[in-house]
């Protein structure tokens, strides 16, 4: 049974930093494209970031520059480190094991900008 699990997430002021960790139990973990997206109430779930398997990042125009995306194939992890948080990103961010194969989402971890 595959589990994404999130961590990472709390409230802080803007202009903060926050780092989201993703851990996996896949095999194959390098094998795979990760991504975190993040949903907000009202509005759709959204991409922030993907990592392929060769380490290849794709990243929100709304984020580039502030979120950088890695990962970690021997902890089978993946992270998401925000930094210069706006009250924009308030959100619930997700993981997502992406293709090849069926997609996982882990169950979220809620992330507040605020003062």
């Known amino acids: 049974q595959v589990q994404l699990v999130e961590s990472g997430g709390g409230l802080v002021q803007p202009g903060g930093s926050l780092r989201l960790s993703c851990a996996a139990s896949?095999?194959?973990?390098?094998?795979?494209?990760m991504g975190w997206y993040r949903q907000s109430p009202g509005k759709q779930r959204e991409l922030v970031a993907d990592?392929?398997?060769?380490?290849?990042?794709n990243y929100a125009d709304s984020v580039k520059g502030r979120f950088t995306i890695t990962r970690d194939n021997a902890k089978k992890t993946v992270y998401l480190q925000m930094n210069n948080l706006k009250p924009d990103d308030t959100a619930v961010y997700y993981c997502?094991?992406?293709?090849?194969?069926?997609?996982?989402w882990g169950q979220g971890t809620q992330v507040t900008v605020s003062s």
């Open positions: 896949l095999s194959f973990f390098s094998a795979y494209t």
């Open positions: 997502k094991k992406d293709r090849p194969g069926p997609e996982y």
């Open positions: 990592i392929t398997s060769t380490g290849s990042t």
